[in-house]
């Protein structure tokens, strides 16, 4: 990866991931590599909802990663940012975003956090890494990883370049040097946090082609991680640096001589250095003891100090004075045989050979051959995909103390790695062999989980520091608790055990904290965080309580930005209101995990929230399930989507404006919206017919209604298959001059398929006269688009009474002699001819319609227990072909008042079976049913049933002689407006033709 990629990537997601993240008031604030840089806007709800689905989703570490990854890119800002990215570039970026992404993962055990240690030096507020669990020694920290970039001479002399006028020191960031391969890389992502101290309790190590962390010795929950980055990183043997053991010890910035020599404000004081050398003489095994042994380091004139941290300038004598470690620096990482020996790393101050973080060892002694690897290769960090499901400690650590009876680390002896860092490798020898005596060795793991972390937190609040700053002395620890939130300021009184290394007792009985090594546990661990027991109550300087968290009991911090307080002052009307307050720390961790910190997960049975790409969870407090106002934003967000949602589709756009208001697959969510209705009822629309589906019909016009309404969405089917029988009706229509239709289940055939309907065709020819002689007459029966609105039933004669279909009774004088049947009026039913006709359904107007004549055959008995056939299962069915051999060809009488439009309509077999609809086996009598017509002209208030069918004008009957087929023409159906529609209905052997 370029160098300027990654520095630029990392700015933005850093950004993104950690600053964004802050949650509100709570400045999590990055240096960036290029602060000047403007990056896209981003909205942080998206962020967050991000991160939270990835905190709920089940699954495998890299799949959750990932998609979060996935959900991250298709966020406009991050498209924006990635326009003018190659895919090489873009992947790089994903994949540095997923190492800021497995941070949040509940299986991680770190977070990033703010941290005032170096605010009194630098007036910034930095950050820091901070365990979430316990962690044994040997732990790899598989989530703390980092991006290198190669960096080429001129970016290396870019970086080196010290502009002290504006104090743009970018050298800060991590550089680290392969001295293989003669290079320096940049080191960039999460693991760019962690701060140096000059007791770490990690080391950067390289396993494989990647580079991470891994822990020395046992992490307490809440404890800072903390690398060395070399004994010339902050000046000459760190003179200047801050760590919380140059604290506790008095060296470093917090040694006299560095203040008084370099005449900036001084944090020591004379009084403290006795407590520190008490601290040390405790401490006989620590590493750096052997510095005091050595001369005082003389004040180097070309040190400097930048506004993040103090750097020197080194002479070529402080070179040759970090070569004297070199030997131990190529200690090999025994039994490491994966990692290629690609180069040696350091952390690298200004000058590379000054760092005491000189190599990462190759994988095989120098003295067991060459170096595996060639030097030319790239040094790479972790990537996603390695990501270790479970972040039980690795094989190494396995190999270490997490094996034998001890939880405290091994020595190199029995240990398959040696520490990266000569000074630290003696250390990490020296805790081992000084834990082996230790009354706790022989403790499993689980007593491992009591022991209290071996650094403890020194730092001073802010209050505390501003007393030091105003020259009342060095500031030491035991009275202050922690200004990064790692520490827990709580005594316990069941801290018994005894630490690893040698931490003096008075420290263990105030500071210890049992540990959990799982996560589940860490529940219960915060069950007792949130339990104030005997606490002792941290004081300023002034002798006055110092306000803590009421989650972590950590003192609460005072964040400045570029020198101003963003936060963490004014509790005052707080406390005296007894109200309670949480770190920055803590309430960052509730946004995210809904959880008290440190728990990432739910206790067992409680519910958890989890939010969706689609619907936006609220956050509520799980203790009382009501909203507090932390969630009123999110909540006015969801207000203003569900109101924009409810209402209907308008220009005006209702809700919070946003700017970038998409739907999961990045299209306008108002586009979206109509897509979905279009959807729903894209099936309900006709051809012909392309009105707004969300448009509500003002008034119920006569006529054709709108498709939009529900009642048209009913009879979807009756449109789609209007035009299937088009061309049918056509050819009965005219069956001379227009072809016949193909499918055979209306055009007449022979045998041999040829269409034959000589009655029909002969009632056609009739029609053809008759139309001839009496225009008027036939005119209504003929539908035009002209006429096709009009109700051809009431067609009115001269005098205005309603006149009857002549055509129906000429036909009926036409048709042969028949058996004469029994039709009665369908008995009474619920439906009525009126409101048919007022709101006329095509469908229950047909069925209706055709239930009326009751035409009673004692030869129908077989037909009526046969269930209903649809016209498909007819279609298959030789025997079900209207000119079937059975069939008498003269039974079909051909009424040419018939539809030019049909439609055959698949009736629910249930459903004809219910209306009673009669199987007409035998050949209706014609006459009957002119004596029915007359029956209801006489009777016009009878059933309203038994009206549609005496309307002569409105239908037509073709009947078969054995009525095997009937034939209904209804001349106007509003609902099948276009004209002439046709809707045949089958059921068994009735066929009914509504027209209109
Ligand atoms: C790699 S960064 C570590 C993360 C840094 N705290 C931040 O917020 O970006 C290194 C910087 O952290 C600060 N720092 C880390 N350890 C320090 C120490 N022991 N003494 C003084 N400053 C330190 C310095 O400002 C240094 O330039």
Request: aromatic share 4%; proline share 9%.
């Amino acid at each position: 990866m370029q160098m300027r990629d990654l520095s630029k990537d990392d700015d933005f997601l850093s950004h993104l991931l950690v600053e964004k993240l802050g949650t509100g008031t709570v400045p999590l604030h990055v240096h960036k590599m290029d602060g000047s840089r403007r990056l896209p806007k981003t909205d942080t709800h998206d962020l967050m909802d991000i991160v939270r689905r990835l905190v709920v989703a089940k699954g495998p570490v890299q799949h959750v990663v990932r998609q979060a990854v996935d959900e991250l890119l298709l966020l406009p800002a991050i498209r924006y940012y990635l326009k003018s990215y190659t895919q090489k570039q873009i992947n790089a970026f994903a994949t540095h975003a997923s190492r800021y992404f497995e941070l949040y993962h509940p299986s991680g055990s770190i977070e990033i956090a703010h941290t005032s240690r170096y605010s009194h030096r630098t007036g910034k507020s930095e950050l820091c890494i901070l365990a979430t669990r316990f962690m044994p020694p040997g732990t790899v920290i598989t989530e703390l990883k980092g991006s290198m970039a190669n960096l080429t001479d001129e970016e290396d002399k870019e970086l080196k370049r010290t502009d002290l006028s504006t104090c743009d020191i970018r050298r800060d960031f991590s550089v680290i040097h392969s001295k293989q391969m003669k290079k320096n890389h940049l080191f960039l992502g999460p693991a760019r946090f962690v701060n140096h101290d000059c007791d770490n309790n990690c080391e950067l190590f390289r396993e494989g082609r990647y580079i991470t962390f891994r822990t020395l010795r046992p992490i307490a929950i809440g404890e800072e991680i903390t690398a060395h980055y070399g004994d010339g990183y902050f000046g000459k043997r760190n003179r200047h640096c801050l760590c919380e053991t140059c604290e506790k010890r008095g060296r470093g910035g917090y040694a006299p001589e560095s203040s008084d020599d370099d005449g900036e404000p001084s944090s020591d004081s004379s009084s403290d250095s006795d407590d520190s050398d008490s601290d040390s003489d405790s401490s006989s095994t620590d590493s750096e003891s052997d510095i005091d042994d050595k001369p005082k380091p003389i004040i180097n004139v070309n040190e400097r100090r930048t506004r993040r941290g103090v750097y020197a300038v080194v002479t070529k004598d402080e070179d040759s004075d970090e070569s004297e470690n070199e030997e131990d620096n190529k200690v090999p990482l025994a039994n490491a045989k994966d990692i290629p020996a690609d180069g040696e790393i350091e952390m690298s101050a200004d000058i590379d050979t000054s760092s005491e973080l000189t190599s990462l060892t190759p994988s095989m002694p120098p003295s067991d051959g060459p170096a595996l690897e060639s030097p030319s290769r790239a040094l790479m960090t972790p990537a996603p995909e390695p990501i270790c499901l479970s972040r039980t400690p690795s094989s190494l650590t396995s190999l270490s103390s997490m094996e034998g009876p001890s939880s405290t680390p091994q020595s190199d002896q029995s240990t398959p790695f040696r520490s990266i860092i000569s000074t630290r490798r003696q250390k990490a020898q020296d805790v081992a062999a000084s834990s082996s005596k230790a009354p706790a060795q022989s403790e499993p793991l689980a007593s491992t989980a009591n022991t209290p972390s071996k650094r403890l937190t020194r730092s001073v609040s802010s209050l505390a520091l501003s007393t030091k700053d105003n020259g009342k002395g060095k500031e030491k620890a035991s009275a202050t608790p922690a200004s990064t939130p790692g520490r827990r300021g709580r005594p316990r009184k069941d801290a018994t055990v005894k630490d690893d290394v040698n931490v003096k007792k008075e420290d263990v009985e105030t500071r210890v904290l049992r540990m959990r090594p799982s996560t589940a546990n860490i529940a219960d661990a915060t069950k007792e965080v949130g339990t104030p027991k005997e606490r002792e109550i941290p004081r300023g300087p002034d002798g006055k309580p110092l306000p803590i968290c009421s989650t972590c009991s950590n003192v609460l911090p005072v964040i400045s930005v570029d020198s101003k307080v963003v936060w963490g002052l004014g509790f005052e009307n707080s406390r005296k209101k007894k109200q309670k307050m949480e770190c920055p720390r803590c309430i960052r961790h509730f946004a995210i995990y809904q959880q008290p910190w440190p728990c990432r997960v739910a206790p067992h049975g409680s519910a958890v929230f989890i939010p969706t790409p689609r619907e936006e969870s609220t956050p509520v407090d799980p203790s009382t399930r009501r909203v507090s106002h932390k969630v009123l934003p999110v909540l006015d967000r969801k207000l203003a989507a569900a109101a924009s949602a409810s209402a209907p589709v308008s220009p005006v756009k209702r809700g919070r404006p946003r700017k970038y208001e998409r739907d999961e697959d990045g299209r306008p969510i108002k586009k979206r919206r109509i897509d979905i209705a279009r959807k729903g009822t894209s099936d309900t629309r006709s051809k012909t017919h392309d009105s707004d589906p969300t448009e509500e019909p003002v008034k119920r016009k006569r006529g054709r209604p709108r498709l939009s309404s529900p009642r048209a969405q009913k009879h979807k089917f009756v449109k789609i298959k209007v035009r299937v029988k088009e061309e049918e009706t056509t050819v009965q229509l005219s069956p001379a001059s227009q072809p016949r239709s193909t499918n055979g289940r209306f055009g007449k055939k022979d045998k041999n398929g040829d269409p034959v309907s000589p009655r029909a065709e002969r009632a056609a020819e009739r029609d053809k006269m008759r139309g001839d002689e009496d225009d008027e007459t036939s005119a209504p029966t003929r539908i035009s688009p002209r006429n096709k609105n009009k109700r051809p039933h009431s067609v009115e004669d001269g005098d205005g009474s309603p006149r009857k279909r002549p055509l129906l009774q000429g036909d009926m004088e036409m048709q042969e002699p028949e058996p004469a049947h029994r039709v009665l009026p369908r008995p009474a039913s619920s439906f009525r001819g009126g409101r048919l006709f007022s709101n006329p359904n095509p469908l229950s107007f047909a069925l209706h319609a055709w239930a009326s004549p009751v035409v009673l055959d004692d030869s129908s008995s077989s037909e009526d227990e046969k269930p209903p056939v649809t016209p498909e299962e007819d279609a298959l069915s030789p025997a079900a072909d209207i000119s079937s051999p059975d069939e008498p060809e003269s039974s079909s009488l051909y009424i040419p008042v018939l539809p030019r439009v049909a439609s055959i309509y698949k009736p629910n077999p249930l459903t004809f079976a219910k209306r009673r609809w009669v199987s007409l086996s035998t050949s209706p009598s014609v006459s009957a049913l002119a004596k029915l017509n007359k029956d209801k002209q006489d009777n016009p208030d009878e059933d309203a049933d038994s009206s549609t069918v005496t309307t002569t004008e409105t239908m037509s009957v073709l009947a078969s002689a054995r009525w095997t087929k009937v034939t209904v023409a209804v001349k106007e159906d509003a609902y099948l407006s276009e004209g002439e529609v046709c809707v045949s209905f089958h059921c068994t052997d009735i066929y009914l033709t509504v027209a209109v």
